[in-house]
């Protein structure tokens, strides 16, 4: 009961970065429980995941380059980063572009465009994507979501393949949960052993994050590397065989039909701009 109560704490604590609170502010009224998570949110990251719709042909060119050419070397300006690009390879509605943008508040994400529009080199880069026309259109749609780093998992780690710029594929997974109560029972697991099982078993987790504002909710999202789709299919049968896995999921507190209702699961592979 006290490990779900500070998760609970820990979820309260990044919505409350979420509508600007500072830590001091909070820690005048909050118990000496919820200060204490206060503390540890102010070292985890926050991400921005953009899903770019597209229609084939110039669109596809013309983001990438928006990308290398003009948005990268901004955010870099700004200290964020390291910034994953991605393609979709495996999944529904293709051509999609996947952006994550790394943070260190809730607040400089939100704000970001707003930031961007003040930085004449970005501008003048950005151009071509910026001032799209109604009838040559940069893209179809742009969906952002705002995501908090897990307590446990604070911050975004760049895998082995990522680091040496070798060959490598992105599996991104959101899990959503029939009520608020049993998605922290799914955050809780992740906390009583999940992270060490996956790296253990090759699937070199990148990042896990509470979703605090996008569709479907409540539901978590992470990301897991691999070398290619084969190892992406042996890892997993390590990961499902392994005894410490098959010791979690025998409590009861984390059967899978009460925690998880639905399961969203695409594979991507990195742009040549992408820093992870």
Known sequence: ?????????????????????????????????????????????????????????????????????????????????????????????????????????????????????????????????WNATAAAPAFERVEISLLGAFEGWPKLKLPPMSVAKSKRIF????????????????????????????QKTGCNPVFFSDVLIGPRMPSLTYMLSFANTAELEANWDKFRNDPDWKKLTADQRFAFDSIVSNITNIVLSPLSCSQV
Do not use: C
């Open 171 to 198: 599996q991104l997974r959101t899990y959503e949960s029939p009520s608020n109560f049993e998605h922290i029972r799914k955050v809780e697991m992740f906390h009583s052993g999940e992270f060490d099982i996956f």
């Open 1 to 129: 009961m006290q490990r779900r109560q500070f998760l609970a704490a820990s979820l309260a604590t990044s919505a409350a970065a979420l509508v600007g609170n500072s830590a001091a502010e909070a820690q005048t009224t909050a118990s000496p429980q919820t200060a204490a998570s206060l503390q540890t949110a102010g070292q985890r990251e926050f991400y921005q995941l953009r899903r770019y719709t597209l229609v084939s042909g110039p669109q596809g060119r013309m983001i990438e380059h928006y990308f290398a050419d003009a948005l990268i070397p901004a955010l870099g300006r700004m200290g964020m980063g390291p910034v994953g690009a991605f393609r979709l390879e495996y999944g529904q509605e293709t051509p999609q572009i996947y952006l994550l943008i790394p943070g260190p508040t809730a607040n400089a994400l939100a704000t970001l465009d707003w930031q961007l529009a003040k930085d004449e080199d970005f501008l003048k880069l950005a151009a071509p994507y």
